[in-house]
């Protein structure tokens, strides 16, 4: 008996430890170095209860009454600390019910029109539309104006980083070339080749699922899901013009599909880091594109099965992304106001394709975001514009969740001349999806104990307001 309660530490002690050297590693493969220290004596730390562990029984100690029963209590309080940590205390339901369990009361479809790009690059001053759109909200005109000044979404580009930004310029909008080719009408909504049948292929719907999934994996996508179409996250009216077809502009928009398929692409972790420098935007004009690709072979696959599908990416929305993400299981809406997933915590960019393809909808997840969120609160400390909320979710619109000051936001846009990123990059949930972050992220998805625990945790090993890390020496800023 004495001999298996040797053994159950013994293993248990040098399990932590090796937990603590994995983390080490990672921390240095990541180049953290605030992390790396702090994982070091850790690590050390956790070597030392080890080494003693076996001086003492060597020595006789741990097989005296005083040792046995030491044992017994550093087994029992680690027992019980690994049960808290790991049983799944807290459960949303809410969250099980996605975006449903977010309504409390009535809720109005957004318009195209209103968003802060639309207004941004879609209303030429002096136009018929600007008029019309100005006519009905003059309470935007002011600050559009002044920010239409600033330029661009972007206002002038990498100005955070002049005069040694055009390089990661230019690899951040030959990206942009992709998805605004791929958003005109006959890429968007296409059709089946003309070898294909008239007759739509017959699917098992389950089948038909897990094909379209591996295909979408296949092109690229890291996650995927699949939903029936809310129509309150539809937008009611177009207002993002590309192609000078003006004559859709303010056109109602309609639902022409039961199902999407919603999926994800990981952001690089190495460009992301550099946040709010020129290398991320590089990551999101990238993803951006690659959602643009996957999108449109998607929805021309879906065509040549004989069914209709639109594709939804950066140059072409019907709908609203987030919550139609979460409705497909892929994650939950967090602080700052970006999917939270479970692998990669916001560090994705979101596309999707509607279609009348028959299939099997996901169920949403509870991956413990809106708690998380509610305790950490690290984007809102680290925001430099004070866009995201620090306090708990208030109503808007109908629905119970945070509310980013898109206005905010899109002046630091014009400012830096970047996307900014940085609450991204703070997030603790967008660590490297290495093993010892693996492990993080599914005990947080689980437990409210190890959501206070890590949250605590990433302060001190990375610090509450981590520092942007150098890019990769080829998105480095020195061209000669």
Known sequence: MLSLLFFIVAAGLILQASIGLTFLISSMWEKERRATVFGGLQFIGMLALVI?????????????????????????????????????????????????????????????????????????????????????????????????????????????????????????????????????????????????????????????????????????????????????????????????????????????????????????????????????????????????????QLAAYMANLGYSATAHHLRHYDFVLVPMAVDAGLGGCGRLGYLMTKEFGPRVRLGAVSTDLPLVPDRPVDIGVEDFCRICKKCAVCCPSNSIPSDDPTEVNGTLRWKLNAETCFDYWGTVGTDCNICMRVCPWSHANTFPHKIIRALISRNRYSRRLFSIMDNIFYGKKPKPKAAPKWAQLNPN
Do not use: C
């Not at 955070?160 to 990206?175: G, V, W, Y």
């Open 52 to 296: 003693l562990f076996f001086y003492l029984l060597n020595t006789g100690f741990l097989k005296t009454p005083p040792g046995v029963m030491l044992l017994i209590v550093g087994l029992i309080i680690g027992a019980l600390a690994a049960f808290f940590l790991i049983k799944r205390i807290g459960e949303n339901v809410k969250a099980l019910e996605g975006t449903k369990g977010l309504i409390v009361s009535a809720v109005s479809r957004q318009d195209e029109r209103e968003i802060m790009f639309a207004r941004n690059r879609s209303l030429p001053p002096g136009s018929e539309q600007y008029k019309h759109f100005y006519d009905a909200h003059p309470e935007y005109e002011e600050y559009d104006t002044a920010r239409r000044e600033k330029g661009g979404p972007l206002g002038q580009p990498g100005t955070i980083d002049k005069p040694l930004e055009r390089p990661n310029l230019a690899a951040t909008f030959a990206s942009l070339s992709i998805p605004l080719f791929l958003s005109t009408p006959e890429k968007v909504e296409p059709r089946a080749l003309p070898i294909f049948p008239d007759q739509p292929q017959n699917i098992n719907p389950d089948i038909a699922s897990e094909i379209v999934k591996g295909y979408t994996k296949n092109l690229g996508a890291d996650l995927v899901g699949i939903t029936e179409t809310n129509p309150l996250w539809v937008y009611s009216h177009r207002g993002e013009i590309f192609h000078e077809n003006w004559d859709e502009w303010g056109k109602e928009i309609e639902l022409k599909h039961k199902y999407a398929v919603v999926f994800a692409t990981e952001m690089s972790l190495d460009l992301v880091g550099t946040a709010p420098h020129t290398p991320t935007t590089i990551a999101s004009m990238g993803n951006y594109a690659k959602g643009a690709y996957i999108a449109t």
